[in-house]
């Protein structure tokens, strides 16, 4: 010890033993989560690879987007003048048309969807068309809540909260459903999963051309992890 400070000198053992323990945790943090999710989709009627697959389809397919259709955005530019004041002539004088391409999210707008039609079918076949009435009545309270949430932010995209949806509507399916179970988990997944794609995102696409982004995703990034959820956290009261 020197002037006060006290130092220690780690062996290459040591910093390796640090190195490998830091790595380990990095590995295992993410397959306990693949292995929570996994284990909350089996209690819907999955198998246990069945479950993995869905996952690894959201995760993978968060990356692809399926373009629909575009939209034309006229850009007014201020006028070019040269050095001597005048207008300027060539490629800046004309209007160029800007678009805006929109597109569905493969992990995050169609695997969800499928997911719900699914269990709706399943919900439908053990219970009858009577969970159709909670399904649509969960599915209007999740679209108000995330069109009303919901931000449009110019240069960015649309920002859909991430919590919200989900937590709204696995209460609106133990509310409606009188309790846990499958019928409580088929209404929260179905009507919050409709509920946040078409409030948070359909909802808005009439103002894409004020935002001056280049796409817009439906699922898509700002809405993927809201959607995730509102699978995921129901089927933990299935």
């Known amino acids: 010890m020197a002037n006060g400070i006290r130092s220690f000198?780690?062996?290459?053992?040591?910093?390796?033993?640090?190195?490998?323990?830091?790595?380990?945790?990095?590995?295992?943090?993410?397959?306990?989560?693949?292995?929570?999710?996994?284990?909350?989709?089996?209690?819907?009627?999955?198998?246990w690879v069945a479950a993995l697959a869905l996952v690894l389809l959201i995760l993978g397919g968060s990356s692809v987007n399926i373009p629909l259709y575009r939209i034309q955005r006229d850009v007014i530019r201020a006028t070019r003048l040269d050095s001597g004041g005048n207008e300027h002539s060539g490629a800046f004088a004309a209007r160029p048309v800007w678009e805006t391409v929109i597109s569905i999210n493969l992990g995050g707008g169609c695997i969800p969807l499928c997911i719900a039609a699914y269990m709706v079918y399943q919900g439908v076949m053990v219970t009858g068309t009577t969970i159709l009435l909670p399904i649509a009545a969960c599915a209007a309270?999740?679209?108000?809540?995330?069109?009303?949430?919901?931000?449009?932010?110019?240069?960015?995209?649309?920002?859909?909260?991430?919590?919200?949806?989900?937590?709204?509507?696995?209460?609106?399916?133990?509310?409606?459903?009188?309790?846990?179970?499958?019928?409580?988990?088929?209404?929260?997944?179905?009507?919050?999963?409709?509920?946040?794609?078409?409030?948070?995102?359909?909802?808005?696409?009439?103002?894409?051309?004020?935002l001056a982004v280049p796409e817009v995703s439906i699922g898509g990034s700002g809405t993927f992890a809201s959607v995730s959820l509102c699978c995921i956290l129901p089927a933990l009261i299935a």
């Open 9 to 47: 000198s780690a062996g290459p053992l040591a910093v390796l033993a640090i190195v490998l323990l830091i790595a380990l945790v990095l590995v295992l943090i993410p397959l306990l989560v693949l292995g929570v999710i996994g284990t909350a989709f089996t209690r819907l009627g999955l198998s």
């Open 141 to 210: 309270l999740i679209l108000i809540i995330s069109f009303l949430s919901t931000r449009e932010v110019t240069g960015v995209g649309i920002r859909v909260p991430v919590i919200v949806p989900a937590v709204t509507a696995l209460l609106a399916g133990i509310l409606l459903s009188g309790g846990t179970g499958l019928t409580a988990a088929v209404t929260a997944l179905a009507g919050g999963t409709i509920g946040t794609l078409a409030g948070g995102n359909l909802a808005h696409l009439r103002r894409v051309r004020d």
